[in-house]
């Protein structure tokens, strides 16, 4: 009862500023978004002739072109800095070592066994080892291993991690910046120790295996990947502790190296001006990933299907972006909106990160942004969105479903940290209030879990056709909502993204 009074209510209020209508005209275009135009593009999207879109591969190409041509369709604009619609992201593939061995205090280390070869060019180094606690510099807190240490020709040890991170991904996400430490004072290889909570062979799986990343623009171009960087298993702190307590001892490694080449992607930008004079110089960014795995062997041996279609994930999020496009280019809102596109989520969440260090509309005029994204659906009655509650835009998103009979709740499962977990996560570290509009779960269940990263994930005859066509009415309409606000929405008071916000807006 509550929520039919709160639809009528809602109805009222946002379409009476559309003037005089009756029942057979849509008050908005979204209205007319078609069953059989959302079932073409999953169909399309998630086909088996796209071979899961992965990153790189020639088919990922296929479905940035096919979304940039929707776009082109619908009338959006190509802005400057892009190609058009295109943004080229410039990746490279770092494949598995060929050879690589490493001896520390006498212990002969096989690769891949004991110890595995993140990065480095071909090499064989016999040089004193320099244990460093961390290996870590920090000039704003004055913390600095290498002080008053000359590690000049030798071969940097330290533990995984920085101080205060000892674990959790963090302390990988350290790793890249160590490497540049020990490379920028001279050090000819760095070795960290690991003892984590993850098991280590899932660990060396998954780091062995090829791995794209941004080529990084930097100075120095090579952000010291050229010297051999290992991670050693040390489950008992064995080696931290003979390091620790041996005068010195010196190391033997050699190894083919980790081969780099090029492999070029693309993010896919498409503009709607405002209609609104004074609104227009804002922007409401939307935002899918359009990459999913591509094929590779399934984990699960009774699987003989090798394509991950990624028919939800997150075909269903680019269904709803292209959908959002044609309607929102039909009548555009008050600010203008910023489609965006991304490639290489899942592998790193590459694309949107890349937008962010190289944006084509600045930063601070993304006033908001919603980004959907998805593992399943576990219950068609609601929409997730992940970060409801963060943001002053919370009703607009709740009205934007409530309109299509969709309930949007908020995250049910907050310990997954699934708002830090994709492509929003780029934007909202730089202040940009920005949740993820998610196809609807309660809990982790059965419509996520029998599909989530597997070859399952197509758009076939267990797909909710229905549910994607109301998802992405419902996205569409929730955009519009926001990007027609009177007052532009902000993060609510005390989140911790608050502060970056009044950095990159330059608001008291
Ligand atoms: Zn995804």
Redesign the pocket.
Same mark, same amino acid.
């Given at each position: 009862m509550k929520i039919y009074l709160l639809n009528l209510i809602l109805l009222f209020g946002f379409t009476s500023g559309l003037g005089a209508q009756d029942n057979s005209t849509p008050a908005y275009p979204e209205e007319n978004l078609t069953l059989s135009e959302v079932t073409a593009h999953i169909k399309f999207l998630a086909s088996d002739e796209l071979k899961g879109r992965g990153t790189g591969t020639p088919e990922n190409d296929v479905a940035a072109r096919y979304i940039a041509e929707q776009f082109r369709a619908n009338g959006l604009k190509s802005p400057e800095g892009a190609t058009d619609y295109f943004q080229s992201v410039a990746l490279e593939r770092r494949s598995p070592a060929f050879e690589a061995q490493l001896t520390l205090f006498s212990d002969t280390l096989k690769n891949e066994i004991d110890m595995v070869l993140l990065s480095g060019d071909a090499a064989t180094v016999e040089a004193p080892v320099v244990y460093l606690g961390y290996g870590w510099q920090d000039s704003e807190s004055g913390h600095d291993d290498y002080a008053g240490k000359d590690v000049t020709g030798k071969i940097v040890l330290a533990k995984l991690g920085m101080p205060g991170r000892r674990f959790g991904p963090s302390a990988f996400s350290a790793s890249s910046t160590k490497r540049e430490f020990a490379a920028k004072n001279g050090a000819v290889a760095l070795i960290e120790l690991y003892k984590g909570q993850f098991p280590w062979r899932g660990l060396v799986g998954f780091l062995s295996r090829d791995r794209l990343s941004i080529v990084e623009a930097s100075d120095d171009s090579s952000g010291g990947q050229g010297i051999a960087h290992f991670l050693v298993n040390d489950p008992d702190s064995m080696y931290a502790a003979k390091a620790d307590s041996v005068e010195s001892s010196s190391a033997f490694l050699t190894t083919s190296g980790r081969p780099v080449e090029s492999v070029s992607s693309r993010n896919v930008v498409g503009l709607i001006q405002g209609s609104d004079p004074e609104y227009r110089d804002e922007y409401v960014l939307l935002m899918a +990933?359009y990459d +999913?795995l591509g094929v590779r062997p399934s984990r699960n041996q009774a699987d003989a299907d090798s394509i991950f279609n #990624?028919a939800r =994930?997150?075909g269903m #999020?680019t269904v709803a972006l292209i959908s959002a496009a044609k309607a929102l280019g039909a009548h555009p809102p008050k600010r203008s909106v910023l489609f965006l596109a991304v490639t290489g $989520? $899942?592998v790193g969440l590459l694309g949107s990160r890349y937008y962010v260090d190289n944006p084509i509309i600045p930063l601070n005029q993304i006033i908001f942004g919603l980004n959907t =994204?998805? #593992?399943g659906v576990d219950d068609s009655s609601v929409v997730t969105v992940v970060g409801l509650e963060r943001t002053t835009a919370g009703e607009a998103i709740m009205a934007g479903c409530a309109r299509y009979g969709l309930e949007a709740i908020p995250d049910p499962v907050p310990d997954q940290n699934l708002f830090n977990r994709?492509d929003n996560v780029a934007f909202v570290r730089k202040g940009v209030p920005a949740p993820t509009f998610s196809p609807g779960f309660r809990e982790w269940g059965p419509g996520i879990t029998n599909y989530y990263h597997r070859p399952q994930d197509e758009a076939d005859e267990n797909f909710n056709y229905g549910y994607l066509l109301n998802f992405s009415k419902a996205y569409a309409h929730a955009a519009r909502l926001i990007a027609d606000m009177e007052v532009r929405p902000l993060w609510r008071e005390g989140d911790e993204y608050e502060a970056a916000a009044k950095e990159l807006y330059g608001m008291e």
């Amino acid at each position: 009862m509550k929520i039919y009074l709160l639809n009528l209510i809602l109805l009222f209020g946002f379409t009476s500023g559309l003037g005089a209508q009756d029942n057979s005209t849509p008050a908005y275009p979204e209205e007319n978004l078609t069953l059989s135009e959302v079932t073409a593009h999953i169909k399309f999207l998630a086909s088996d002739e796209l071979k899961g879109r992965g990153t790189g591969t020639p088919e990922n190409d296929v479905a940035a072109r096919y979304i940039a041509e929707q776009f082109r369709a619908n009338g959006l604009k190509s802005p400057e800095g892009a190609t058009d619609y295109f943004q080229s992201v410039a990746l490279e593939r770092r494949s598995p070592a060929f050879e690589a061995q490493l001896t520390l205090f006498s212990d002969t280390l096989k690769n891949e066994i004991d110890m595995v070869l993140l990065s480095g060019d071909a090499a064989t180094v016999e040089a004193p080892v320099v244990y460093l606690g961390y290996g870590w510099q920090d000039s704003e807190s004055g913390h600095d291993d290498y002080a008053g240490k000359d590690v000049t020709g030798k071969i940097v040890l330290a533990k995984l991690g920085m101080p205060g991170r000892r674990f959790g991904p963090s302390a990988f996400s350290a790793s890249s910046t160590k490497r540049e430490f020990a490379a920028k004072n001279g050090a000819v290889a760095l070795i960290e120790l690991y003892k984590g909570q993850f098991p280590w062979r899932g660990l060396v799986g998954f780091l062995s295996r090829d791995r794209l990343s941004i080529v990084e623009a930097s100075d120095d171009s090579s952000g010291g990947q050229g010297i051999a960087h290992f991670l050693v298993n040390d489950p008992d702190s064995m080696y931290a502790a003979k390091a620790d307590s041996v005068e010195s001892s010196s190391a033997f490694l050699t190894t083919s190296g980790r081969p780099v080449e090029s492999v070029s992607s693309r993010n896919v930008v498409g503009l709607i001006q405002g209609s609104d004079p004074e609104y227009r110089d804002e922007y409401v960014l939307l935002m899918a +990933h359009y990459d +999913h795995l591509g094929v590779r062997p399934s984990r699960n041996q009774a699987d003989a299907d090798s394509i991950f279609n #990624g028919a939800r =994930d997150n075909g269903m #999020g680019t269904v709803a972006l292209i959908s959002a496009a044609k309607a929102l280019g039909a009548h555009p809102p008050k600010r203008s909106v910023l489609f965006l596109a991304v490639t290489g $989520e $899942e592998v790193g969440l590459l694309g949107s990160r890349y937008y962010v260090d190289n944006p084509i509309i600045p930063l601070n005029q993304i006033i908001f942004g919603l980004n959907t =994204d998805t #593992g399943g659906v576990d219950d068609s009655s609601v929409v997730t969105v992940v970060g409801l509650e963060r943001t002053t835009a919370g009703e607009a998103i709740m009205a934007g479903c409530a309109r299509y009979g969709l309930e949007a709740i908020p995250d049910p499962v907050p310990d997954q940290n699934l708002f830090n977990r994709s492509d929003n996560v780029a934007f909202v570290r730089k202040g940009v209030p920005a949740p993820t509009f998610s196809p609807g779960f309660r809990e982790w269940g059965p419509g996520i879990t029998n599909y989530y990263h597997r070859p399952q994930d197509e758009a076939d005859e267990n797909f909710n056709y229905g549910y994607l066509l109301n998802f992405s009415k419902a996205y569409a309409h929730a955009a519009r909502l926001i990007a027609d606000m009177e007052v532009r929405p902000l993060w609510r008071e005390g989140d911790e993204y608050e502060a970056a916000a009044k950095e990159l807006y330059g608001m008291e």
